[in-house]
């Protein structure tokens, strides 16, 4: 069975969007490597005009969605042992390695938040985890969702081609990726360093090796520190 992606969403419109194109787009359509399902959220609403929300409980500002309703539209979908995500920017944030697990777990079942939110309780029923894609609030969980996607089917076999090209990428081993460069050698006065284009391939290793360091450094703090706990003995001290 291809991996599964089923996206309960007010706007299965959004989908496929950047889903359906390139080598994410080839391995759904031409390849059958992964599936893509919408389920539309407000076809659940028992209310003629399909209205989904209603007013925060305890008072103040925009709607929240209602917890039958999404219940319901779960409830419709088989869910088959799939992980449950909730898109929320006050969720987990996104990691490689989560990513990763996810990958591997035949496939996802991701929900799309409006207005200010969804109820916590269906969250906390049906078991939700709620991840965030960045410290920024969206409009909406669809570009989140599709971004979680894309993230989980290009680590499936097959779908891009060059697995070896995926373990120096960056956050597959805790540090950023090097900085790439192509033809032509010269683009406005900038040259690309020598060492690319020396033939050596030890040192084009070593050197991709020392700009990762650099940019993770220089970048991400925080992945370096835990980058040199992770380095050090049992009980040693990260330098």
């Known amino acids: 069975m291809p991996f599964l992606a089923t996206v309960l969403t007010m706007f299965p419109e959004a989908f496929p969007g950047p889903l ?5 787009g080839t391995a759904w359509r031409e390849q059958n490597l992964w599936a893509l399902e919408t389920v539309d959220i407000r076809r ?29 539209a779960l409830d419709s979908v ?16 996104l990691t490689q390695a989560r990513v990763r697990a996810w990958s591997q777990a035949g496939g996802l079942i991701v929900l799309c938040g ?3 939110g969804v109820d916590q309780r269906v969250i906390d ?11 920024a609030v969206l409009a909406g969980g669809e570009a989140a969702a599709q971004l979680v996607i894309e993230a989980c089917v290009r680590l499936l076999p097959g779908v891009l081609g060059q697995a070896a090209s995926l373990s120096e990428e960056s ?14 050698r010269t683009f406005e006065g900038r040259d690309i360093p020598a060492v690319l284009t020396s033939g050596h391939h030890g040192e084009v290793a070593k050197w991709r090796r020392e700009q990762r360091a650099l940019a ?15 380095q050090q003995p049992k009980g040693g001290k990260a330098q």
């Open 114 to 116: 409006r207005f200010e």
């Open 44 to 72: 659940f609403s028992n209310d003629k005009r399909g209205f989904l929300d209603d007013t925060p409980a305890g008072g103040g500002p925009g709607q929240v969605m209602r917890a039958d309703v999404i219940a319901s």
């Open 125 to 135: 029923a049906r078991g939700f985890e709620e991840i965030s894609v960045g410290d």
């Open 216 to 230: 993770t450094r220089e970048r991400r703090p925080d992945l370096w520190s835990a980058h040199l706990a992770n």
């Open 20 to 24: 359906g194109v390139s080598l994410i």
């Open 78 to 93: 088989e869910a088959a042992g799939r992980p449950l995500l909730y898109m929320s920017a006050r969720g987990r944030p």
């Open 171 to 184: 956050f597959e081993d805790g540090l950023l990726e090097h900085p790439q460069f192509t033809r032509p």
